[in-house]
């Protein structure tokens, strides 16, 4: 599943699912992020090792990575991560990082199109984010598709600073998802699979 895209300000990417020579350039593109990005991520990916076990990750099915590519440079991450078991089964979480000098000109909702397909070829019914309350706009953007907040947890996790956190978990059925995707860019060639 490879897909060009053209950007709002007509710069042409690429999404397509991360591979394994990857590496050096997903190494590349978290440690170009501002250090304000990077302090919330859940993992130390400055760190080779570390960006090389996310591609391994991808091995066990349970985790779809995709990317998008400009001049053969990472500048957006995204990940489906499948909980695919028990009373979990029907869930799965998103994460998606978008560098940021290619913010405010679609490639989110573009990343979160291509995710959302994933989610539906997997037979999810929910999707979820989680996130710490500083992340303000990123939870804006969750809004503006479909999600809720259901729970905050004070003080749950700590940032890469070590920083305790409050942890939001926002959640979305796949359908609604659908429907404010559609709303937004319409249903292209990344038509559903429901």
Known sequence: ??????????????????????????????KALPEQDRAYLRSDVTKPEVVRQRILAMTSGRVKRLVAVVNDRIVADGALELAGHGWEEHVAELRLIVGREYQRKGLG????????????????EEIVVRMMRPQVAARGI?????????????????????????????????ESLWRELEDHIGGGDWQRTR
């Open 1 to 30: 599943m490879e897909k060009l895209e053209t950007l709002k300000d007509g710069t042409e990417v690429l999404i397509r699912p991360m591979r394994e020579d990857d590496v050096e350039r997903s190494f590349v593109f978290f």
């Open 109 to 124: 909702m573009l990343m979160a199109r291509a995710l959302y397909f994933l989610a539906a070829s997997e037979k999810v």
């Open 142 to 174: 969750f809004r503006k598709l479909g999600f809720h907040e259901e729970v905050l947890l004070p003080e749950y996790v700590r940032d890469r600073g070590g920083k305790k956190q409050d942890l939001v978990l926002m959640r979305c059925d796949l």
